[in-house]
C-alpha cells in the first residue's frame, strides 16, 4: 500500500499549499520532530519573543504603572479581534478573561439565573471534563437536574438525541462545537435552533474548535460561547480564554463573579456593585498582561491565513490522516475514531488502538512525533494548518506505521500519569 | 523647615541600608522619575526579562506541549515558594491561581457553604471595591445579610467596631491587612482570635500586605486569605494572584468553581468531579504559564532581601514621608489620611487634600514623581523598600513641595478618567 500515496505526492501539495509560506511565522528548531499536537499547545509565532520582550521592558520596565490606560482595554480589544476574524461576532461582544473554566461557570451560573423555573441542564456526557465538573458543581447547588446526554465515542453527539432531550424544562445545552476526543463537529445552527424551539439557551465550548474551522457566531444564533487561546490561536501556555454572551442578551445577564472589572466606572469606587453596559460585566478582576500581550503577534498570522483556507488544508490534512491510517495502520489494530465525513470532523483526528498510551509515548520518544494520547484508548493527532505541511502529515504517518510493523511500544510503560 | 532635614542625612540613610545594593536588581532606565507607585505595579526585576525570553524561546517555542509535566506543578511550587518567603504559611497551604477577585469568590463561597445556619457576611465599608462587591454577590444569591463595619477613612477599621459586630450569626469576616486607601494595618492576630471566639471564619486580603510587612498566617491563626502578586512582590502586571488555606480547613470545604485543575486525578478525566485531596482543591483552569513565570525571578530577589529587613526600610520610609509632610506641605493644606502610628501602618501613606486627583497628575507630568490618586481626595505614596531610596522619598516631597509653593496643579484637568 506504501506506493499509493508515495510521499512526492504530500510534497506536491505542499508546493501548492496557499499557506506554505506562513510556517515561516512561527519557530520551528528543530525540522526533524513532527509536531502533530497544535490542539493542545500551539506553537510559537516567530513575532512573539521579541512583541514580549518588548511589552516587559518598556511597557513594563519604563512606563510602570502608566501602561494601565492601555492595558485596561485590552480583555475588550482582543475580543474584538477575536470577534473579527475567528468568531463570526460583532464589536462588544466578546471579552478576553480568565480561563475557560472560570468563563464557563459566570455564563452558566447567569444564565440558569435568568432562566426563570427550568429546571435541566443538558450536557454531552463525552464532554470535557471540566465543562462536565463545572456544570455538576452549579446543578448541585441549586438543586437542579444535570443530564448527560448519550453520545458516540467516535461520531459525538448525534443531533437526534439532542433533540429528544430538549424540552420546555430545560434551561441551559453546555457541547462542544468540536469535540475534544474524537474531533467530531456539531452544526452550530441546528443546535441553535433546535434549542431555540423549547427555549433554551446553548452556551457553546470552541476551545477545540476556534482557529480550526468557521464559527459563525452571529450567523449560526448563538447565544452564549466560550474558549480557550492556546491550541490552534497560538496564543501560548495557558494564555487567557475568551468569553461570548449575544449582543441581545448581555444586559439580561448578570454573572455570579463581581469584580471591579465588571463593574461600571470601575474607578470611581462606588459603594455598591451596578454591572457595566454590555460585554464588560462578564469581566472579573485584573487581567495577566503578560499573557494577553502574546495573543496579538498570534492573531496578526491568523487573521492573514483566514479561517476559511485555514480549514480548507485542514480538512485536507485531516483526509490524508484517515487514508493513511485505512491504507497503513488497519493490519496493525488501528481504526479511526473521528467522523469519516470531513464535515463532520474539525482539526483533528482520533485513532483508536488499545494500547494508545504506549503508543503515543514511542512515538514521541522513539519516533519524534508529538501527537498525544486521550483516555480511554485514543492516539489524537492534531495538525495545525498554519505551520503543518502535508508532508509532516506523511512522516508522521509513515513513522508510526514503522513502529506498528515493530510493535515498538510493547516495552513502553503503560501506567497513567499524571500528565499524559 | 528645610534644613530640618537636609537631603543630605538621606543620603547617609541611603548609604546605610542593608538593602540598597538589591535597587540593581531592578531595572531602572530612568532615574530622574520617582516611582512611588510600587503599591500598585511593581518594578521589573533585572533578571525577569531574560527568564521570560528562555521560558518563551525554549519551554513554549522548543519544547512545546511537552513541558506540561513541569508547567502544571507551577501554581502549587510558586504557591509554596511564596508561602515560605513572604507569608509564614506552611507548604501545601497556598497555591498562586486566577486572580484575586476570583479566589476571594471562591473562598468566600466555600466559607459560606460550611457556615451551617449562620447568615451575616462583615466586611470592612471602606474596603477595596472587588472585595465589597463580590460579597455583594454572594450574599444577595444566598439571601445572606452583608453588613458593612464602619471605618474610619484615615485610621481604618478599629478593632472594637469588629467585636462588637462579632457574634454566633457571622459566618464570614472580609478584611484587608493592610488598608489599600489609608494604609492601615491591622492586628490579624487578635481579629482571628476575636472571629474564633464566636465561630466565624476571617477571609484576609491581602494585597496590600505582603511583601510590605510581615504576614504571618499561621502564627496568627488564620485560615482564608487571598492577595495579587503584582505589587511589592513584583510580579508584573495582572500577575496571577494567590490564595490561602490552613491546612486543618482544607478537607472541609469545597469552592464553587469545579474545574479540572482541582480534580482529583485530572488526567483520568473521570465522570464526576472528585476534589483532589490539600489545597490543589482551590485550583479551578488551566493557568497562564507566561505571567507565571516572572514570578520566579521576583521571589528570588524577595528572598533574598527577607520580609523582616525590607519591613524596617519601608517603616523608615513611612516615617520620612510622615515627617516631611508635617514639615513642608501642611502649610499648603496636606494633612497625613494613615495611621501616625508606624506599628498601624503598612508600606504606603496617604495624604488628603481636597485637590488630590489634580496633584497627583501635576506630580507625575510636571514633577515626574509618580504616586497615585484613590477617591475621594487621596493621593497616595507607596514607596518600595527594595527600590526606592531615602533620597527618592526626599526628592519627591521636595517636588511637591514645590508644586505646592507655585500650585501648580491649578490647570489641570480634574475631571475623573476611566484609570486614574
Chains 1, 2 share one sequence.
Not at 466578546?94 to 439565573?113: H, W
Request: proline share 6%; aromatic share 6%.
Amino acid at each position: 500500500m506504501r506506493d499509493d500515496f508515495p510521499r512526492y505526492l504530500a510534497k506536491e501539495l505542499d508546493a501548492a499549499d496557499p499557506l506554505a509560506d506562513l510556517r515561516d511565522r512561527f519557530v520551528i528548531g528543530d525540522d526533524d520532530l513532527i509536531y502533530l499536537d497544535g490542539n493542545s499547545l500551539g506553537r510559537l509565532p516567530a513575532a512573539t519573543p521579541a512583541h514580549l520582550d518588548r511589552l516587559v521592558r518598556q511597557g513594563w520596565g519604563d512606563q510602570l504603572v502608566r501602561s494601565w490606560p492601555t492595558w485596561i482595554e485590552w480583555g475588550r480589544r482582543l475580543g474584538d479581534r477575536l470577534a473579527a476574524h475567528a468568531l463570526g461576532a460583532r464589536p462588544g461582544e466578546v471579552v478576553v478573561s480568565d480561563s475557560t473554566s472560570v468563563n464557563l461557570y459566570k455564563l452558566a451560573a447567569a444564565a440558569l439565573d435568568a432562566a426563570g423555573g427550568r429546571r435541566t441542564i443538558l450536557v454531552d456526557a463525552e464532554d470535557f471534563p471540566t465543562d462536565r465538573y463545572v456544570l455538576q458543581g452549579l446543578a448541585q447547588a441549586r438543586g437542579l437536574t444535570l443530564r448527560m446526554l448519550p453520545s458516540d465515542l467516535d461520531e459525538g453527539l448525534r443531533l437526534h438525541e439532542l433533540r429528544a432531550a430538549l424540552d420546555t424544562d430545560v434551561a441551559l445545552v453546555v457541547l462542544s462545537a468540536v469535540s475534544y476526543r474524537s474531533g467530531a463537529l456539531l452544526d452550530m445552527a441546528a443546535v441553535n435552533a433546535a434549542a431555540r424551539e423549547v427555549g433554551a439557551v446553548v452556551l457553546w465550548d470552541l476551545c477545540h474548535a476556534v482557529g480550526a474551522v468557521p464559527v459563525e457566531l452571529e450567523a449560526s444564533g448563538a447565544e452564549l460561547a466560550v474558549g480557550c487561546t492556546y491550541k490552534y490561536l497560538n496564543g501560548g501556555p495557558g494564555a487567557p480564554a475568551f468569553l461570548y454572551v449575544r449582543r441581545e442578551l448581555q444586559s439580561r445577564l448578570r454573572q455570579p463573579i463581581q469584580g471591579w472589572f465588571g463593574q461600571r466606572d470601575q474607578f470611581l469606587m462606588g459603594a455598591d456593585y451596578d454591572p457595566a453596559p454590555g460585554v464588560d460585566r462578564f469581566l472579573v478582576g485584573t487581567p495577566p498582561i503578560l499573557s494577553l500581550a502574546a495573543l496579538d503577534p498570534a492573531l496578526d498570522v491568523l487573521a492573514e491565513a483566514g479561517v476559511a483556507r485555514i480549514r480548507a488544508k485542514g480538512r485536507r490534512l485531516g483526509e490524508l490522516i484517515v487514508a493513511l491510517t485505512d491504507a497503513w495502520l488497519t493490519p496493525h489494530g488501528f481504526r479511526v475514531a473521528s467522523p469519516r465525513d470531513p464535515d463532520r470532523r474539525g482539526g483533528h483526528v482520533s485513532l483508536h488502538h488499545p494500547e494508545a498510551l504506549r503508543i503515543s509515548r514511542a512515538l514521541a520518544t522513539q519516533a519524534r512525533v508529538v501527537g498525544d494520547y486521550r483516555t480511554p484508548d485514543r492516539l489524537r493527532l492534531g495538525p495545525a494548518p498554519l505551520y503543518t505541511r502535508y508532508v509532516d502529515v506523511w512522516d508522521a504517518m509513515d513513522r508510526l506505521r514503522d513502529l506498528a510493523e515493530r510493535r515498538a511500544w510493547e516495552h513502553v510503560p503503560g501506567e497513567p500519569s499524571r500528565v499524559t
